[in-house]
């Protein structure tokens, strides 16, 4: 099926309701795993042995990937709206679409109407995870199973939002070991999504890449600062503040499996920051710089000692310092997080356009990430030299299971 025919049959199903569900799916059946020469996951020769490249992640399973997942290097998240008049309908074929492409490009083969498919033939850990806004329900006829917490944050005091990244009704995170996989398995998402879905803007993010050195989710952003060293355990008895429908806790319908991801674009002023000396920075964030070590302490896993005092009777964590802010006063008020720093060009008149792409994932946004927010909105030493200019709250639909496409139980 070339990409002309595609379109049309797409398009035809837009304004003919189901027909165009019926015609997409046969004729993929028809078309068998994808074009001649494209389903084999091994790139072209010349690469190297399968061991020596890249893994790929799976796509189908009770969970999207990309949640749990470490990090990888390179992100872009896209936000997507629906077109006026969209219908559950709509959303069906829009997500029986991005289902057989997104499985496509995590598996190394390009989508069906590729025409540069050897873009996709490395493996490079790409992960594709699928998440949807309160516009969605709306547009779906499911306003009565939007969970309540799928909603834009309360505002807080330190927010300047630009109207650049506003909330959108669909959010595709892409994250791969490759910047050519993120830039080319997004460009085959927003393309194959017309005209069900429209591109409204883009973020792009990075961080290090793992090593034996520092393996799992830490990095550190742009201020030097270790950023993300408490996080809750994975895959045990942690899960329910997570995953929806897990630790014995009741999901909306539709979304078990699934879990909520918080996206917040904060500016971080380098050039204030180059001005503030390492005992300074140090003193804003609560923790050593060099190894992350709570200033309490010798290494970055160390329970800080809030009531220790210095020679003059001082505290030596500062009350409004950032980590001591942002440490839960409650078990439940601990998130997944997986924050990208981003280095854009500057504007005019401006050194640097530098922050932190902040990413998390909760199963209750307003019970977990809103009280931690409060808190460093109303006293946090880093608001001298941070921002948040834009945000969003978005519902990450469940994995896929065999045959299944992204979101069915959702909009059975």
Known sequence: MDRVERRAVLRTGLLAGGVGVA???????????????????????????RAARPATLP????????????PQPFAAFVGLDLPKGATRQTCRRLLRVWTD???????????????????????????????VGPGFYAAAGLEADRPS????????????????????DLLLQIRADSPVAVAHAQRRLVVGAQPLAVQRWVQRGFREPLTAVRPGMPFRNLFGQVDGTVQPATGGAEDGLIWLGSGGLPAPQGLAGGTSLVIRRIAMNL??????DRAGREHAIGRRIATGAPLTGRVESDVPDLAATDALGFPVIDPVSHMRRAMPLAPHERILRAPYSYDDAPGPGERSNSGLVFVSFQADPVRQFVPIQQRLAEADLLNIWTTPVSSGVYAVLPGAGAGEDLGAALLA
């Open 101 to 131: 492409d997104i499985e496509r490009l995590m598996a190394a083969r390009g989508p069906l109407t590729d025409l540069e498919p050897e873009l996709a033939a490395v493996p490079s850990r790409l992960s594709v995870t699928v998440a």
């Open 271 to 276: 050039d204030t920051w180059d001005e503030v």
């Open 59 to 70: 796509f189908r399973g009770p969970h999207q990937a990309g949640v749990v997942d470490e």
């Open 23 to 49: 015609a997409v799916a046969a004729t993929r059946a028809a078309s068998g795993p994808g074009p001649a020469g494209q389903d084999a996951a091994s790139p072209a020769s010349g690469q190297g042995s």
């Open 149 to 168: 917490w799928l909603a834009p944050l309360p505002p807080f005091e330190v927010d300047r939002f630009e109207p650049h990244w506003p909330q959108t």
